[in-house]
């Protein structure tokens, strides 16, 4: 039995600032929560407490217990990227020359991957891992398609590039959901490309089969995805859901992204891409939709009648120039909604918080369409959730003990009283203010420095030079 016990200056609880709050750990989980400044303690499902006044404005009276690791500045619990390409951070900058469209960024993309290898992904996704790490991320949903050898021919070990991506995160010290993706044609009644071979087993059932060796662990939990509905033919969208209802996983689909695709779609079947997904079972509280961008109002109630959620990735929906998907609309109608970094134009989930409330600001012409409180549990609570993990994303007896820890005295976080800590996170601090990083209870990130890649700044340039054409 492994115990540990920290101490926070300042801890966001979901509704409100704490100051001076002790957590103990017990084998990666917390086993409980003192408050110093209401003399009070969380253990397990109970509540005791003499004093519920909170100023929020001070360090607490009680100050670091004996022993404690002591975190400076606001803890949040850990956030949740669940939307990633990891092989895609090797496109930074490198796609920012010139115009185009998101087509012809998709030719650049395929480039990259044509050079991946198991052992150049693992390189890459362990780095681009423990950037997430040092930006404050605890948990990523690899949206995972780059499966066989150039050509198509699968290696040795069918999974060996999940495998690799699950090494990778274990290495960088974050959790995985790996959403192993069915990516079978490059469109309606149309086979792979050249460029495509190495993401397609061919048919759904082989990818059920093939997906079916892979296996969970401690850091590591399996779910699915669908492409697209461009990528999986409409028949075999339900071999997809299937394997994922029956192990009960999470299943995560790109969602009308482009006009273009929804052109297709109906064109092809003669309805929208949301439609067809409803159609045939995808559709469900499990699922997620990323983007969901261009949407129809039927598309809306949909998606909201089957609960299914929104992964919105703002940096890269405005970065290849999609457009803005209707958040607040599909959360209304019953959608919770989680972010990601996706491409990685950036690396930063308060970014990412940030613009989706700052981009319905400019369509609507109106503020305050979430409190920070809300933007925060995307980014947290509902993020962890879209990828599986409901035991974690709160700083609450019996959750997976992975919070983070970000500066209120840098140039950005200066100023602001910490009971206003929330919209500090979220309006103002960067991936830049992330001090601290702690996943199961281990110290992955100390002081801005990750514990496990000693040098990440190297470790990212090595890893992107290897996959230079």
């Known amino acids: 039995m492994t115990r540990k016990t920290y101490w926070l200056e300042h801890a966001w609880l979901g509704t409100h600032v704490e100051p001076g709050v002790t957590v103990e750990v017990t084998d990666g989980r917390i086993t409980a929560l ?40 606001l803890t ?4 949740a990227n669940a939307h990633s390409h990891a092989f895609h951070r090797a496109l930074r900058s490198t796609v920012q020359i010139g115009s185009g469209t998101f087509w012809t960024w998709r030719e650049v ?22 950037e997430m790490a040092l930006a404050g991320i605890t948990c990523v949903g690899e949206f995972h398609y780059v499966h066989h050898a150039p050509g198509g021919t699968p290696y040795a070990d069918p999974n060996a590039m999940g495998e690799a991506l699950v090494a990778a995160a274990a290495e960088a010290g974050i959790r995985i959901t790996l959403l192993d993706t069915a990516y079978l044609s490059s469109g309606f009644g149309q086979p792979p490309q050249a460029h495509q071979l190495r993401f397609s087993d061919g048919t759904a059932e082989a990818w059920a089969t093939r997906c079916s060796f892979l296996k969970e662990r401690d850091h590591a939990r399996i779910g699915a995805a669908v492409h697209s509905v461009r990528a999986v033919p409409a028949g075999q969208l339900a071999t997809v859901a299937r394997w994922a209802e029956e192990r009960r996983a999470p299943l995560h689909v790109h969602l009308s992204e482009q006009p ?14 949301a439609r067809l997904l409803a159609d045939h079972g995808v559709l469900g509280p499990r699922t997620t939709g990323v983007h969901n961008t261009h949407l129809t109002d039927e598309d809306i109630e949909l998606i909201g009648a089957a609960s299914a959620g929104t992964c919105m990735c703002p940096t890269t929906e405005r970065d290849l120039a999609d457009g803005t998907g209707p958040a607040a609309r599909l959360q209304h109608a019953g959608s919770p909604l989680s972010l990601g970094s ?64 970000i500066a209120l005295d840098s140039v950005r976080t200066a100023g602001p009283l910490p009971r206003l800590g929330a919209e500090t996170a979220v309006f103002a601090a960067s991936a830049a203010d992330v001090r601290h990083t702690v996943v199961g209870g281990r110290h992955v990130v100390r002081d801005g420095a990750h514990s496990l890649v000693p040098d990440v700044p190297r470790a990212l340039a090595s890893a992107v030079a290897a996959l230079r054409g």
């Open 34 to 73: 003192h408050m110093d400044s209401t003399d009070s303690t969380r253990s397990g499902d109970s509540t005791r407490s003499e004093d519920s006044t909170r100023s929020g404005d001070g360090a607490g009276t009680g100050g670091p217990p004996p022993g404690a690791e002591v975190l400076r500045g």
């Open 76 to 79: 949040l619990p850990g956030l």
């Open 109 to 130: 993309m395929y480039a990259v991957a044509d050079r991946l290898t198991p052992d150049t992904y693992h390189a890459l996704a362990r780095a681009t891992y423990a």
């Open 260 to 273: 273009a695709e929804n052109d297709a779609c109906r064109a092809a079947h003669g309805c929208t891409p």
């Open 342 to 405: 996706d491409s990685h134009a950036v690396i930063d989930l308060f970014e990412e918080a940030r613009a989706m409330e700052l981009n319905e600001r400019l369509r609507t012409r109106t503020r305050g369409h979430w409190t920070a409180a809300a933007l925060l549990r995307a980014a947290t609570v509902d993020g962890h959730a879209a990828l599986g993990w409901d035991d974690a994303g709160t700083l609450e007896p019996g959750a997976l003990a992975d919070f983070t820890t």
